[in-house]
C-alpha cells in the first residue's frame, strides 16, 4: 500500500501530516537541534517525541549508531533534515547510506526529509 499526503499550504502540512499517519503511543524521533514546533507536532498526535542528541563534533549529524539503538516497535517517522534546521548541518552521502539501510530494517517507519516536515 502507497500512502500520498497533499498539502497546499507548508504549514498546514507541518501539522496534518504526522496526524495522517500516527497513533497513539506511536513514536516520531527527532535529532536533536531541532525546529522547536517537531516535538509539539508529534504531542498533538498523541505521539511520543523521542529526543536523540548529536554533537558538534559531528556537525549535528545523527549517527547511524545512536538511531539503530532509539528504534523500536513503537517508531513511526524519522525527522531528517538535510540541511537541517536549525543547524545548516548537511548530512554526507556515506551516512543517508547507512540511515538507509537502517530504516529498510523498519518497514513501518516514515522518513521526513523535508526541512519543514
Known amino acids: 500500500m502507497k500512502l500520498v499526503f497533499v498539502s497546499v499550504h507548508l504549514p498546514s502540512k507541518q501539522e496534518e501530516a504526522p496526524l495522517t499517519v500516527l497513533m497513539c503511543g506511536q513514536q516520531v524521533i527527532v535529532p536533536s537541534p531541532f525546529w522547536v514546533s517537531y516535538p509539539e507536532i508529534a504531542r498533538l498526535a498523541d505521539a511520543t517525541p523521542v529526543i536523540v ?5 559531528d556537525n549535528f549529524i545523527l549517527k547511524p549508531e545512536s538511531l539503530s539503538a532509539v528504534l523500536n516497535e513503537k517508531s513511526r517517522v524519522l525527522i531528517l533534515c538535510s540541511p537541517s ?7 554526507p552521502r556515506k551516512t543517508l547510506e547507512a540511515i538507509a539501510a537502517i530504516v529498510a530494517k523498519h518497514p513501518r517507519l516514515l522518513v521526513s526529509l523535508s526541512p519543514l516536515l
Open 85 to 91: 534546521n536549525p543547524t545548516g548541518a548537511v548530512y
Open 53 to 57: 542528541q548529536t554533537s558538534i563534533t
